[in-house]
Nanobody, 119 residues
Framework: QVQLVESGGGLVQAGGSLRLFCAASGIIFSSNAVNWYRQAPGKQRELVALIASSGVTDYADSVKGRFTISRDNAKNTVYLRMNSLKPEDTAVYYC?????????????WGQGTQVTVSS
């Protein structure tokens, strides 16, 4: 059974930093792509950052240069370092990964962690 558990969210002032954690069990992160999404109230969930199994990373334009996604294979954990936070970064952040088996995609999500940036 795959489980993803996020942590590290909280309340921070604009310009501050937070580091989010996504710990996995039942799946090996280094063998799969891992994504960080976020969803603000009244808005659709959006992809913020991803790290491929190869280690290649990509970011939404809105967070490029401020957020960094990384992976610790020994701990089977993915991180999202968020610097220079803005009030518009306020959202619930979700960790996601997926697997393909016999042509069927299975998505796995964590429970989310709240990030609130005050102005």
């Amino acid at each position: 059974q795959v489980q993803l558990v996020e942590s590290g969210g909280g309340l921070v002032q604009a310009g501050g930093s937070l580091r989010l954690f996504c710990a996995a069990s039942g799946i090996i992160f280094s063998s799969n792509a891992v994504n960080w999404y976020r969803q603000a109230p009244g808005k659709q969930r959006e992809l913020v950052a991803l790290i491929a199994s190869s280690g290649v990373t990509d970011y939404a334009d809105s967070v490029k240069g401020r957020f960094t996604i990384s992976r610790d294979n020994a701990k089977n954990t993915v991180y999202l370092r968020m610097n220079s936070l803005k009030p518009e970064d306020t959202a619930v952040y979700y960790c996601n990964t997926y697997q393909w088996r016999r042509g069927v995609k299975s998505d796995y999500w964590g429970q989310g962690t709240q990030v609130t940036v005050s102005s």
